[in-house]
């Protein structure tokens, strides 16, 4: 499957509805779509496993949003797990740093609350594609966020790599903004500068991915604890690991889910 073919799979998947839908700000990307089954409303019981907090990528721009992420955490509530799939704002859309940061810090905190506030085996679980995958990162290391391990999915794991191939016509500068102060900016918004501490983090990427180079991943591990593991995926690309029914997104699932689901 071409990287072309790999992108119409994904996107020409339907859009799949939540279960229900929590804001955690006024903006109206300030959203977490909870999928399968979470405590109800109020009754403070906490739910039987750790939550999934799914990031979309999209190169951290307003013109992509979660939808396409849809099929996946529904495929991952039907396989028995609570996922919330997080919105967050955007560049060109109120979004950028340090608001879109902040943004995925109130989502997991959204999904914990809607967890009963005590999700199990120590916080949730990040999984991140592409941008998402960057954040999910970045969140992971970010003092008292309640997170369990991380699974990346072809994500933008050395930020400063990323700028320098102007990946996406330059959308690392335009997620961190120009002029002054930018080299600190980048630093302090790089994953591979600031890997999660004590947080096991595995990496899946494709060996054939055209938009995020997988070298990103290869560097980023070369440098980080030995809780990071990476997952190579022989003649993948981009989008074939979050795309339901491929055997790329098998392997995701089969990280995610509990024993013996279907």
Partial sequence: MTAADEETALLGLAPVAPDRTVAYGPH?????????????????????????????????????????????????????????????????????APQTFDDVAAAIGAATAAAGGQPAAGGVVLVGHSAGGHLALLAAARPGTPVARVVAVSPVADLARAHELGLSDGAVAALLGGGPGFADRLAAADPARR???????????????????????????????ATTELRELPGVGHYAPVTPGTASCDALCALLCPPGST
């Fill in 28 to 96: 109206p990307d300030q959203i977490v779509d909870l999928y399968g089954t979470w405590a109800a409303p109020g009754a403070g019981a906490a739910v039987p496993g750790p939550p999934v907090v799914l990031l979309h990528g999209g190169f951290w721009r307003a013109a992509y949003d979660r939808r396409h992420l849809s099929p996946l955490a529904a495929a991952l509530a039907g396989r028995g797990l609570p996922v919330a799939l997080a919105e967050y704002r955007r560049v060109g859309a109120g979004g950028g």
């Fill in 195 to 225: 890997p999660p501490a004590g947080v096991p983090v595995t990496i899946l990427h494709g060996t054939d991915d055209p938009d995020v180079p997988i070298g990103l991943s290869r560097r980023y591990a070369a440098g980080c604890p």
